[in-house]
């Protein structure tokens, strides 16, 4: 079997479900999966890839081992809102969300790379962004607003890049969602 | 599997790097390294007409390069980038920071 594979419309139109394999490569399935969410706009699949790439490119690298060795990712249309969900159980998931916070990107000079751009792009991408560690699963939700196809790029250019983080409790069972503004 | 495919020609004036296909997590070291190795010698443009996603390695990519040619007195500018590049770009709130161009011309 592969190391992903994807159910959709099988119980409703406007949901898929994709299971993936805890390994970099599976962000191909990701993006090919959001591609194919023809309940979605073309926006919108835009927004759910890149900021769905970014939480998945740190679930592999900063919350391994992940138990079970997979992630279920879930998207879909709820009404006005958009879904985008990973479900998977990390023994470091409930610290790391312990630690969230509002950190501004910096250059990491002896590795060359810019740190902390892929959380500023979800929180911008998202209107929510939920961290959820649990007792049998960890989940996190990224909650987007329906967008239409507009050439001048739509509403989101106005939100602007003024952020805010709640960050509520860390341990098991509690919530920590992080907001884009 | 969608591959990256990056292709640099090189001109009198700038090198050009034909960008396709996803700069994501994992395929954004290849860029890196032909990114690095070209503003490290010469001017240049990124065609990103054909880029499929843009992760936030390959934008760090981009601002170090960005950088690096303005330390060493060079230019660097995006060609025509893809709508998602555009939306990727914006998201980091860096998008300013980034010369862009609809045609070699106006480089």
């Known amino acids: 079997m592969s190391e992903s594979s994807m159910r959709r419309g099988a119980m409703r139109q406007s949901e898929a479900t994709l299971y993936l394999g805890a390994?970099?490569?599976?962000?191909?399935?990701?993006?090919?999966?959001?591609?194919?969410?023809?309940?979605?706009?073309?926006?919108?699949?835009?927004?759910?890839?890149?900021?769905?790439?970014?939480?998945?490119?740190?679930?592999?690298?900063?919350?391994?081992?992940?138990?079970?060795?997979?992630?279920?990712?879930?998207?879909?249309?709820?009404?006005?809102?958009?879904?985008?969900?990973?479900?998977?159980?990390?023994?470091?998931?409930?610290?790391?969300?312990?630690?969230?916070?509002?950190?501004?990107?910096?250059?990491?000079?002896?590795?060359?790379?810019?740190?902390?751009?892929?959380?500023?792009?979800?929180?911008?991408?998202?209107?929510?962004?939920?961290l959820r560690p649990g007792s049998l699963l960890d989940r996190i939700f990224l909650v987007f607003h329906p967008e239409r196809d507009e050439p001048d790029g739509g509403p989101w250019r106005q939100r602007g890049s003024a952020l805010r983080a709640k960050c509520a409790g860390g341990s098991r069972g509690s919530s920590t969602e992080l907001v884009g503004k | 599997m969608t591959q990256l495919d990056v292709t640099v020609r090189r001109e009198d004036a700038y090198d050009l790097l034909l960008v396709s296909g996803p700069v994501n997590s994992y395929t954004f070291t290849e860029f890196q390294e032909k990114v690095f190795k070209s503003v490290a010698a010469a001017n240049v443009i990124i065609d990103m007409e054909k880029v499929t996603t843009l992760s936030s390695a390959g934008i760090g990519v981009l601002m170090a390069a960005l950088d690096d040619a303005g330390a060493a007195g060079r230019k660097l500018?995006?060609?025509?980038?893809?709508?998602?590049?555009?939306?990727?770009?914006?998201?980091?709130?860096?998008?300013?920071?980034?010369?862009?161009?609809?045609?070699?011309?106006?480089?």
């Not at chain 1, 790379?113 to 998202?126: K, P």
């Not at chain 2, 770009?89 to 070699?104: A, C, M």
């Open chain 2, 77 to 107: 500018a995006l060609l025509r980038p893809s709508e998602i590049v555009k939306l990727a770009l914006d998201s980091t709130g860096f998008s300013e920071r980034f010369p862009v161009i609809q045609n070699i011309k106006e480089f």
């Open chain 1, 23 to 130: 390994s970099p490569t599976s962000v191909f399935a990701l993006e090919e999966f959001v591609d194919s969410l023809d309940f979605l706009g073309r926006r919108e699949r835009e927004r759910l890839k890149l900021a769905g790439d970014e939480i998945l490119d740190n679930l592999v690298r900063h919350s391994a081992p992940l138990q079970g060795g997979g992630i279920t990712v879930r998207a879909a249309r709820r009404g006005d809102k958009i879904i985008l969900g990973f479900f998977f159980r990390s023994p470091g998931f409930a610290a790391f969300a312990a630690s969230c916070g509002d950190p501004l990107p910096l250059f990491d000079p002896n590795h060359r790379r810019w740190r902390g751009i892929g959380m500023v792009m979800c929180r911008n991408l998202a209107d929510s962004i939920n």
